[in-house]
């Protein structure tokens, strides 16, 4: 099985999915790290270079190989994929699709306080909030969380509340629920 991971930058998704490989010896991907190997640029000067649009086409690509590497190596030997996708994966109709139809999706959501909190400790990678103050980073917090939230749960077989969880807390709910 594929556990995918969506939520809004700072989520906790790429951290989870190093702790879920970690603790339960499933295979970990990144979305974004295998895009940046791929192209061999990070993510923002993608972003810089080729736009969002591109990015988002090259995001299903990227999602799609994945998905079809899993099916045949899981064939082969059945193992379980945690997928970490980017925070704006699902915003993109054919990527949904795809999370939708080929994976467990979870959704880890975090208030945006904790988002903020976050995020301001590291922004130089997210292009979306790089250089901003406080002031702008929340209201872009804001603005992206109205239009993806939704998107989100539509995606989501399980909406996870992560503020305030531990990790061995949040690593026994996934075991529990599927079988890790």
């Not at 993608?46 to 999602?63: H, P, Q």
Request: charged content about 30%.
């Amino acid at each position: 099985m594929i556990i995918s991971l969506c939520g809004f930058m700072g989520s906790g998704k790429s951290t989870l999915g190093r702790g879920l490989a970690s603790a339960y010896n499933c295979r970990f991907i990144d979305l974004d790290d295998y895009i940046e190997a791929k192209w061999a640029m990070s993510v923002s000067t993608i972003f810089a270079k080729k736009g969002e649009e591109w990015f988002r086409n090259e995001e299903c690509e990227s999602l799609m190989e994945i998905v079809e590497e899993y099916n045949y190596l899981n064939s082969k030997a059945p193992y379980t994929l945690v997928l970490a996708l980017g925070g704006g994966t699902v915003t993109h109709a054919p990527s949904a699709a795809v999370v939708k139809t080929r994976t467990q999706c979870v959704y880890l959501r975090c208030p945006k306080e904790v988002l903020l909190e976050r995020l301001m400790k590291n922004n130089s990678r997210r292009p979306l909030v790089a250089g901003k103050s406080e002031e702008e980073m929340m209201a872009v917090i804001e603005d992206l969380m109205r239009r993806r939230e939704s998107l989100y749960r539509e995606c989501a077989k399980e909406v996870l509340p992560v503020e305030g969880k531990r990790m061995g807390e949040i690593l026994r709910y996934f075991s529990e629920k599927y079988g890790l």
